[in-house]
C-alpha cells in the first residue's frame, strides 16, 4: 500500500520528488489513474464510517468517518492541525520542518501533542473504530498489549487507553509512503492513518491502495 498526502496550501500540479522513489501526483494523474489502470475512485466525503470489504466478505478496512457531532470534529480536528504546526515549526528548536528523531527535545514535542485533548480525541475515537468494525483483532491487541504491560512493568506508552503500540507524526508541507514492507508490524494488523491541516481533498490528500486499485 503506499499512501500519497500533500498537506497545507500547496493546490499546485507540479511533481514532488523525495529523493526515494516517492512522489506526489498531481489532481490530472490522478484522475487518469482512475480513467487507464482500472483503479477506482471512492469520492468520499470523510463523514461516514464506509468499510471495505474483500471477496471472502471479510473487513478489510474502514474509512473511519466522524462522530455524530460534525462541527466539534472539525474543531478537534483544526485544533490538533493547529498544534502540529506550531510545533512542527518551533519544536525542539528547529528553524524549519525536519525529520524527527527520539531525542529528547523531539521526545517532548511528541508528549505534548499526546497529552494534548485533541489527540486523545482522536485517539479515543480511532480506538472505537477499532473495537467496532474489527472486535476479535481488537481484542488480540489488546491481550497483547496487556501481556507486555505484564513481561515489563517499566515500559512506558504513548497513552496508557489504545491498544497500538506505537505512533508516527508526520509534518507537511509533504508527507508521503512508498512502496516498503515493515517486518516489525503484524502482517494482519491495523493501524490508523489520520490526515490533518487545511487542504483541498479534490485537489490532494489521497489515500491510494494499490493492490486493492482504490483511489480515496
Known amino acids: ?66 462522530p455524530r457531532d460534525v462541527e466539534g470534529w472539525r474543531a478537534i480536528t483544526n485544533r490538533a492541525a493547529t498544534l502540529m504546526e506550531t510545533k512542527a515549526t518551533h519544536g525542539g528548536g528547529q528553524t524549519e520542518p525536519c525529520e524527527l528523531k527520539n531525542n529528547k527535545s523531539n521526545t517532548q514535542v511528541t508528549d505534548e501533542l499526546l497529552a494534548d485533548e485533541s489527540f486523545q480525541h482522536i485517539i479515543r475515537f480511532s480506538n472505537l ?14 491481550m497483547n498489549m496487556e501481556l507486555l504491560r505484564n513481561w515489563n512493568p517499566s515500559l512506558v506508552w504513548n497513552v496508557a487507553f489504545t491498544v497500538f503500540a506505537t505512533c508516527t507524526f508526520n509534518f507537511g508541507p509533504h508527507a508521503l509512503t512508498i512502496p516498503h514492507l515493515d517486518f516489525g508490524n503484524l502482517a494482519w ?16 490528500g489521497h489515500l491510494i491502495l494499490w493492490n486493492l486499485k482504490l483511489v480515496i
Open 1 to 66: 500500500m503506499r499512501r500519497l498526502i500533500r498537506t497545507g496550501m500547496q493546490e499546485d500540479n507540479h511533481t514532488f520528488e523525495d529523493g526515494m522513489g516517492g512522489r506526489i501526483y498531481t489532481e490530472e494523474e490522478i484522475q487518469e489513474l482512475t480513467g487507464e489502470d482500472s483503479m477506482r475512485y471512492i469520492n468520499w466525503l470523510g463523514v461516514l464510517s464506509i468499510p471495505i470489504i474483500d471477496t471472502h466478505g471479510r473487513i478489510i478496512a474502514v474509512l473511519g468517518g466522524t
Open 129 to 142: 473504530l477499532f473495537r467496532i468494525f474489527a472486535p476479535m483483532l481488537f481484542l488480540y491487541y489488546q
Open 189 to 204: 494488523g491495523w493501524c490508523v492513518i489520520t490526515a490533518l491541516g487545511h487542504f483541498n481533498p479534490d485537489r490532494g
